[in-house]
């Protein structure tokens, strides 16, 4: 489990110039994994699933995500979906909800990619659902994402970004050969973390 953000989020409306230069690439909305399982686009009508599931692992969330200090309102909630979906139309931030393809309207934990770690990069976040982990979700959700973000043209490096303390998500990137680049020390935001950041990090292979 790492920081896939359901918290505080700056949404900046671009100029229409800056729109038209930047062109922002988008990954797919909908990716299949194993076992029948799916990322798909987090929507507006996820909102009141998503704060149900939340609250419900509030105590599993806490150690590792700064966000989970106390549960959302429904209202919070739904305002976070909207501004998600918005930040996907402007290529920014690209909301998924973990599911079954069976199930349409599940919600079994949350990924994202990130660009808020500078140009030509993007970051993986993520967290699955208590009763869901175990089930190397976490690991397949993060392969395909690596797999999507290294195929936006203006996407170089993906990043994967845990607590040293957190060896669930630690294994993760290393699993799917991700390198270690560096150890960033800051200070702790949750309660289990020791304040040193583990830096993972995967390249698109060169032609």
Wanted: net charge negative; glycine share 8%; with cysteine.
């Amino acid at each position: 489990m790492n920081h896939t953000d359901d918290g505080p989020v700056s949404l900046a409306a671009p100029t229409t110039t800056q729109t038209i230069a930047q062109a922002p690439s988008r990954p797919p909305e909908l990716l299949e994994l194993s076992d029948g399982f799916v990322l798909r686009r987090r929507t507006l009508a996820d909102a009141d699933t998503v704060n149900e599931v939340i609250v419900r692992d509030l105590e599993h969330l806490r150690p590792w995500m700064a966000w989970a200090t106390t549960a959302p309102t429904l209202e919070r909630s739904r305002e976070m979906t909207k501004i998600g979906w918005q930040l996907w139309e402007d290529g920014t931030d690209f909301m998924y909800v973990l599911g079954r393809a069976d199930q349409p309207g599940s919600v079994l934990g949350m990924f994202g990619l990130h660009r808020r770690i500078g140009p030509g990069a993007i970051e993986i976040g993520y967290w699955v659902a208590r009763e869901y982990t175990g089930r190397s979700l976490a690991t397949n959700g993060a392969a395909a994402l690596t797999e999507a973000a290294l195929a936006l043209p203006d996407v170089e490096r993906v990043e994967i970004h845990c607590d040293q303390a957190n060896a669930a998500s630690a294994a993760v990137p290393r699993k799917l050969g991700y390198r270690l680049d560096r150890v960033h020390e800051e200070a702790p935001t949750t309660p289990a973390e020791t304040g040193k950041k583990l830096i993972w990090i995967k390249e698109r292979a060169a032609c």
